[in-house]
């Protein structure tokens, strides 16, 4: 039934492709179709008492899940910029996202499962890299030796890999509130932690727009510290965050 339901989802989201959240019904449909795919990815597969039948559904389904959204990713970055003055992303896992704009595209919190060569393949498309916390479902091995082997610009608030040193490894752990420019991309940063893993928050203004990137930080209160300043036009957060 876990697989069914993948199956049955990707059917419906080709009905109803994504939409502005405008309480339609048409949005309404968007939000039941993706209720429909949260349950079975959020099986507690975490669970030791759990059936190994439960596990090992988990385990196939969420493969999948992820398979599909590389392919995705791969397709789209193959394919033409976006239009100047729009903006496009696709999501791969968790938190991690390519986004484009005409000029760039950039990388956050990128866990790429591909291979090795694929990997190689998008370092030669990103023109920077941006790490909130380095938990394992946020970066792959194969993804940093990548970006080193390109020397393309990565942020950092923790020396991950700290056996590669490339010219544009930046490791900050330091407030910039000032904008800085980080290969083209006036960059605000607060530093946080998600309970003691360091965290780095992210606003990046580039070519006309606003991004927000809190990372999975746990430090709500200096999350607030945002809201007294220009506002984003979006905002990539974790949709179990408070």
């Not at 890999?161 to 010219?167: G, I, S």
Request: some cysteine; overall charge neutral.
């Amino acid at each position: 039934w876990v697989d069914d339901t993948r199956a049955l989802v990707r059917r419906l989201e080709a009905l109803c492709p994504p939409c502005e959240d405008d309480g339609s019904d048409k949005a309404q449909i968007r939000r039941d179709i993706l209720r429909l795919m949260d349950f079975p990815l959020h099986l507690n597969n975490y669970d030791k008492a759990a059936p190994v039948e439960q596990a090992q559904a988990f385990d196939s389904v969420s493969a999948i899940y992820r398979s599909e959204a590389r392919a995705k990713a791969l397709a789209w970055l193959d394919g033409p910029a976006p239009k100047p003055g729009v903006l496009e992303l696709v999501k791969v896992y968790n938190l991690g996202y390519f986004i484009r704009t005409s000029a760039r595209t950039v990388a956050v919190d990128v866990k790429w499962e591909g291979t090795a060569e694929e990997a190689a393949a998008i370092a030669d498309k990103v023109s920077i890299f941006f790490l909130s916390h380095p938990h394992k479902d946020h970066y792959s091995e194969s993804m940093v030796r990548a970006l080193a082997q390109k020397n393309v610009h990565a942020i950092l608030p923790k020396n991950i890999l700290p056996q590669l040193m490339w010219k544009n490894k930046h490791v900050i752990f330091e407030d910039h509130f000032r904008p800085i420019d980080i290969n083209g991309i006036r960059t605000v940063i607060q530093t946080g932690y998600q309970k003691n893993v360091p965290n780095n928050a992210y606003i990046l203004e580039m070519d006309g727009w606003r991004i927000l990137l809190p990372g999975e930080s746990g430090q709500y209160k200096r999350l607030y510290e945002f809201s007294d300043m220009e506002a984003p036009h979006l905002i990539l957060v974790p949709t179990w965050n408070k």
